[in-house]
C-alpha cells in the first residue's frame, strides 16, 4: 500500500467515524422540543449520543454555592469539606438525572453549579442547597417547650431569637433542645442524636400511610440497624422525632422494637418533594451548609437567540472566506476550502465522540479554529508561489513549499495549544468549552491542511487531472 493509499483510507475513515459520532446529534436537533423533552424523561439512549448544548445555549441555571466553614465540625479542613461537598451535590444531580451539568470547586469555599435544560430554578436550589442532615432525637415530654415559646411570644421573640434573652434560655432543661416543626409545632428534644443519617443506605418513595400521601422509606446499614434496635427497644411507648435539617417532620410513638433497621418519614408530602428528599438522603448530608450568594437562570429563548446568531456569524465568516480562497487561489483555493469544510465536520464529531458540550464561547472557539485552518493553508500556498517564481517544477514547489510551510504552521499551533491547556486547567465553565473546542481544532486542522490537501494534490496528478499549480 502507497503513501497516497494509506492517507486515502485514513481520511475516509476518520471521516466516517465523525459522521457516525454526529449522526445521533443530527436526528436530536432535528426533533420538536417536546420529542426531545419527553425522550430525556424516558432516559432514552440517544440522550447521550449527542453534542450537548451548555447553559448559554440551551437555557438552564446557574447557582453559585458558598459553604458555611464556621458550621464545619472541628478538624475538618475546609479545602477538604468542599471537594466532599462538591461531590455530594454531584451525585444528587446526577440521581436527578440533569445532562451534562457543570460542577466545579471556584475558590477556597465557593462552588459553582450549572444545570443546562433545568426549567425549575427553585427546584434546583432545593436539590443543592439542602444540607440534608437526618437524625433521629427523643422527645422529652413536659411544659418546657410552652413555657419558654409563651415568653417569646410575649417579647414579639421568635425561636432563632432564643439566644438573645438568656433568662428564657434557663427554662430549657439541660441537654435538651427546642427545635420547630412543621405548622407552627415545637418539640422538646435531647441535644445528641440517637442515630444519623451516616448509617443510611437507601430511601426510597413509597405510596400509602395513614392518609396516603407519599412518604420516603429508609434502610440502615448493619451498624445502623443494630443501633435503631437498640433504640426502639430501651424507649418503647416515647416519641422519637425525625429531624432533617433542623426541622421535626414527624415524631411518632415507637410502640415496639424495630429490628430490621427500616423506618419511613412521613410530613404530608407532594410525590414531587417525597422524590427530592429521597434523592438528597441517598447522596449524603453535606458536611456544613451552603447558601446560594449568586443565580441566574438563562430562558431557552435567550439560548435559542444565542445559537442563532452564533451559526449565522460563523457561516457568513466561512463563506465570505470560501469564496474568497476560490476567487484569489483558483483550484488550490477549492482544496482549501474542502479541507476547511471537513476541518468543521470532524471538530464537531470528535467533540460528540467525546460527550463534549458546546457553549458559545465554544462556537467562537470554532470560529478561531477555521480562521487558523485558513491560515495554515494560506501560507502553504504562498510558499508554493514563492518556489513556482523561483523556477522550480511544479512537483518540486509543491514538496518544498509543504516542507517549508510546516514547521511555521507547527510552531503557530504549538504556541496556541500550550496557551489553550492553560485554559483548560485554570478555566471554569464557558473558559474551559473554549479551551477544549480550541485544543480539538488545532489538531485536526493540522491534519487536514498538511495531510488532506496534500493528498488531494498527489491524486490530482497521479491521475493526471492536473499537471500544474495556478496561483
Known sequence: MGKIQFKLILSVLVLGISLYYLYPSFEWYRMPQSEREQREKMKDKIVNKVLNLGLDLRGGTHLLLELDATRLEPGIDVGEAVDRAREIIRNRIDQFGVTEPLIARQGDRWIVVQLPGVKD??????LVGKTALLEFRLVETGSAVSDVMDKLRDKGATLDELGK???????????????????ESYYLLKSSPELTGAYLVNAKVELGGQYGFPHVSIEFNKDGAKLFARVTEENVEKNLAIVLDGVVQSAPVIRTRIPDG????????????????????????????????EERTVGPTLGDDSIKFGVMSTVIGLAIVLIFMIIYYGLSGVIADFALLLNFVLLLGVMASLHSTLTLPGIAGIALTLGMAVDANVLILERIREELKAGKT??????????????TILDSNLTTLIAALFLFQFGTGPIKGFAVTLTIGIIISMFTAIMVTRMIYDLLFREQIIDTIKL
Open 121 to 126: 430554578p427553585q427546584r434546583a436550589k432545593d
Open 165 to 183: 434573652y438568656p433568662e428564657i434560655a434557663k427554662l430549657v432543661p439541660k441537654g435538651f433542645e427546642i427545635f420547630k416543626g412543621k405548622e
Open 262 to 293: 427500616k423506618a419511613i418519614i412521613e410530613g404530608n408530602f407532594s410525590m414531587d418533594e417525597a422524590k427530592l428528599l429521597a434523592t438528597v438522603l441517598r447522596a449524603g448530608a453535606l458536611p456544613a451548609p451552603v447558601k446560594i450568594i
Open 394 to 407: 511544479t512537483r518540486l514547489a509543491l514538496d518544498a513549499g509543504y516542507d517549508k510551510a510546516f514547521v
